[in-house]
């Protein structure tokens, strides 16, 4: 085996001579629909036919590439060497990626550095079915082009659904007046300091009212908040947003939250209130570069995430020091996407329909929407609480 790829940082590398032409998958008789020479021409045409984002691309790419260097490194073959066996054996490997030290970086860098690593650490369950649920994408569209003689992942047992699905990844009231509590006693004595602040409790008020996502969050523009007249002339704003596959919606701005955005142009020195030809982002930098103010320049969606387990770390910390391990625990647990669930169960908690929390998120089914519904499910407990086998 050559290990010249082990040392690679490029994405999809240059695989080793012998496996470059590609495995035993391949078809050989010229019906391929695609020009691609190699496996990884064939994954750079699959990606500009289905990622429709810059999000979606990345996240793609992400488990196609750590798949690839596994194949090459570990298996010896080419992604389309691989059979179900392989992937029986990746499916384990990325519960636990081994030997660390080749494959997870402690800390992220970018893929130019010397110590990037393809993992952060294992994945867990919902993050291997998320990254096998890619790759049968990828596997299945090079069989329909015809670049590939069958998908091994067709074999793959799927389980049956054991009803409705059940929703764990949101914070409580709790956590989240923990979260504004602490921010009302962090310190204020700097710009930094007060533009940080300013800038959590902005984004910690965008995404539990509208649910956006942090990608739709950091691509969007201030611009892109409006102001419509209703049949009696009340002023009503929204929020124009582009989300997951290039479908635009339009999320309502209540009064809470045009009052937060208020507050937040304030913090920036910007009129209260975003006009049609601002470029600024919807979540700007606190220090920007010197080529443009911070406020002209959008956060990174990386960087979003990061803020925020920071934040939701040093809330956790500031729990335990006060006994609460319990709400402690599930801001350890916490991620950037559990504001979005979070802020669906709230919508779903307030009596908002289905159909209205279904068109402010964004989801493409009304099944999706219903796991946040929980006021049936709170009746029915009440209800349960009059059954009884004791008489009363």
Known sequence: MNHALITQTDILPPLPA????????????????????????????????????????????????????????VRGKPLSGLQHEDFVLYRLFLADPQPAARWVAPHRHPRSHP?????????????????????????????????????????????????????????GRAQIDAIFAFLDQQAQDTAVQRASLARHRWLLTLTLLTGLRISEVVETKMSQIYRLTDADGRALWYLDVMGKGSKARQVPVNSELLAALRTYRESLNLPPLPTSNETGPLLAKVRGAASAPPEQQHLT???????????????CNWLEQQGRQEDAQTLAEASAHWLRHTAASMM????????????????????????????????RHQDMEKHSLRKK
Request: hydrophobic share 40%; aromatic share 8%; net charge positive.
């Open 18 to 73: 012998q496996l470059e032409h590609g495995g035993y998958n391949r078809t050989r008789d010229g019906r391929s629909q695609l020009q691609s020479a190699n496996d990884r021409e064939a994954v750079f045409a699959w990606l500009a036919n289905v990622a429709d984002s810059a999000h979606t691309r990345d996240s793609y790419l992400r488990e196609v590439d750590r798949l690839y260097r596994w194949a090459a490194e």
């Open 115 to 171: 110590d990037w690593r393809p993992f952060a650490g294992p994945l867990g369950a919902s993050s291997i079915r998320l990254a096998m649920s890619i790759l049968n994408a990828l596997f299945s569209w090079l069989v329909e082009a015809g670049y590939l003689m069958a998908n091994p992942l067709a074999l793959t047992r799927r389980k049956r659904s054991g009803g409705q699905r059940r929703l764990t990844r949101l914070l």
């Open 301 to 315: 969606r990386q960087a979003c995430h990061v803020v925020l387990k920071n934040l939701f770390r040093q809330v």
């Open 348 to 379: 779903g908690d307030a009596g908002q329909s289905a159909h209205s929390i279904m068109a402010t998120l964004g989801h493409a089914d009304l099944g999706t929407t219903s796991i946040y519904l929980h006021r049936e499910l709170s009746a």
